[in-house]
């Protein structure tokens, strides 16, 4: 008998089963991107990470959570980005480390 336990890896694997949110947040994204209030933000020019002012097209849409991870494009979570942070944020981001910290429970061996 062999027992059909080997499915489980697909649940690790959830970017599929959002993709109707990802493809809703990304047209969100879009329209926000046309909204007098990013077109706001951009005249601002204030880069949300360093802080430092560029030019809007120096500047990108950036989502502090990022859509995949069940982030929305709406103010508060959409800010601009200067396009180095916006790479840089790509390999580490505070969200990225709350994730890590929650997605890995520490593994608790009872010993008793
Ligand atoms: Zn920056």
């Known amino acids: 008998m062999v027992l059909e336990t080997e499915e489980t890896m697909t649940d690790w694997i959830e970017i599929d089963r959002d993709?109707?949110?990802?493809?809703?947040?990304?047209?969100?994204?879009?329209?926000?991107?046309?909204?007098?209030?990013?077109?706001?933000q951009l005249a601002v020019g204030l880069c949300h990470y360093c802080g430092?002012?560029?030019?809007?097209?120096e500047l990108t849409m950036d989502h502090i959570v990022p859509i995949v991870r069940g982030g929305k494009s709406k103010k508060g979570n959409v800010v601009p980005a200067c396009k180095e942070c916006n790479n840089k944020k790509k390999y580490l981001t505070p969200v990225e480390i709350l994730m890590n910290q929650t997605d890995s429970p520490e593994p608790e061996k009872s010993e008793s």
């Open 19 to 40: 993709e109707k949110h990802i493809a809703h947040e990304k047209a969100k994204a879009k329209e926000l991107r046309k909204s007098g209030w990013w077109k706001q």
């Open 52 to 57: 430092q002012k560029f030019p809007p097209e």
